[in-house]
Every structure is written in structure tokens, then in C-alpha cells.
């Protein structure tokens, strides 16, 4: 199980801070599973646009705006699958009928024209901006299902008061997942607010996990996501996101 022992994070960027529009932050989120979620949102074509020493996209030029289709980029295989094998940043935004603007970024040309974006560092961050509170739910369902809780996110929807609780402590507090802490048989995961210390998305204004001292247990039942309030003690390190050593979870107290 120690393999397991690392986190997860979601934190929210408020309007104005990281960019105009609020933002929502997702580590270990790679560019392969940012473009397949951008194509389950319903994004067909868009504008990518790489810099750094490798670029996370063959055939795309860096500096420059480039016109792609995602459904025959998938198909091409032309993203990289893998996190944290090439460097450099990548934005894609969604087409907005005119081409962007010359000299403006792009996050910034597809807020002008109401468009989703994201930012992808390295190839393993995320920095989503643009999204409407149900394309939010969408981003809070990806990131509850993925490994080890193995649930398609495309065939759940969370509680109308759950989102209610996760999108309010995205924005004040962020949110950390340690795999060790989601029981993937029972549907069942335990989800900390705060943000541990050697988190990789930028967290200069969040409490630690300990420090914030507030869980939710949250189950998928019938395709659907529900929380209740945790009574436990935090079990996270705040340097690392990892579970303190010796201390049980609950969560695998439980039949």
C-alpha cells in the first residue's frame, strides 16, 4: 500500500488573481488527459500554443498560435501519454470564431471571446480557466475518479450540496487526495482541504492540511457523489501530502 502514499491537490484561483477569469488548479493531471477531458467537455477545435526546451506536441510550432482538431490529434497519438517526461508549457484554448490576436496570450484572447483555456506545465499541471460551475463539477468528478478509485467521471454527477461544499473550500482552501486514503471497492474516499507544503501547483496563500482541519468522506452510489463531514484527525504530513506513519484511516476500518 505504501506505493499509494502521495496526494493528489485541486486548489481555485479567485477572478483576477491568476488570470481574469477564476481558475482551477490540478496536479498530476498530464496533457493527454487534459485534451481528452477538453474533448469530453465538448471542445472539437481549438488553438494550441507550446514554449519550452521540449514541446509537449509534435508538429506544433512554439510561440504561435496553431488551429488543431482534438479528435484527429488523439487518433494521431501526436500527445504526449506519459507525465513529467518533457518540460515547457502549453496552452490550448477552445476556437472562438476568430483567429487570436497577435501579441496577446492566449488565456487572455479566449477570455475576450468566452472561451474555456488551460495551461499545462510540464506536462503533468493543469491550470483550468474560463469554466462554468458545470464544467467545474466536471473537472471535481475527473479528479475523484481517477486511479485507484477507477470510476468512469463521464457516468457520475456530484450531490447538488456536495458541489456546493467542494467548489466553496476549492476556492478558500483547495483540496488534497492521498491515494492511500480512497478504497476504490467500496467507492470511498477521503478528501482533506488545505494544500500540503511540496504541493507542485502554486499554493502560497493556502493552509496546510492540518492547519485547514477539515475532511469529507465521499461515496459513489448509483452514479452519484455524496460527503459527509469527517470527525477524524487529519492524517496528512504537511510537507508531504502523506500519511502519517502509524496513524489508521478509518476508511479501511470499514467492511
Known sequence: MAVLN??????????????GSRVVGV???????AMRFAEE??????????DGALSQ????????????????MLADRRVAMTEGVTSGTLWFAAAGGAAPVAGQSLPAWAESAKQPWVEVVDNETCYWGGLTDAQIARLLAWFLCQHPMEADFKKVKIQPRTFARLK???????????LQL???????????AGVHGSCILDHATRPLPTQAAIGLRLTIDFGEISSEDLADRCPLVDETGKLVPGRPSGLWGRA
Open 57 to 72: 506536441l509534435e508538429n506544433v510550432r512554439r510561440g504561435a498560435p496553431t488551429a488543431v482538431t482534438l479528435s484527429a
Open 182 to 192: 480512497v478504497r476504490g471497492d467500496r467507492k470511498l474516499c477521503d478528501l482533506w
Open 168 to 178: 466553496a473550500g476549492l476556492f478558500d482552501h483547495g483540496w488534497t487526495r492521498n
Open 27 to 33: 496536479s498530476h493531471m498530464s496533457t493527454f488527459a
Open 41 to 50: 467537455l465538448g471542445i472539437r477545435n481549438g488553438w494550441l500554443m507550446a
Open 6 to 19: 502521495w496526494s493528489q491537490t485541486v486548489v481555485g484561483y479567485p477572478e483576477h488573481t491568476r488570470s
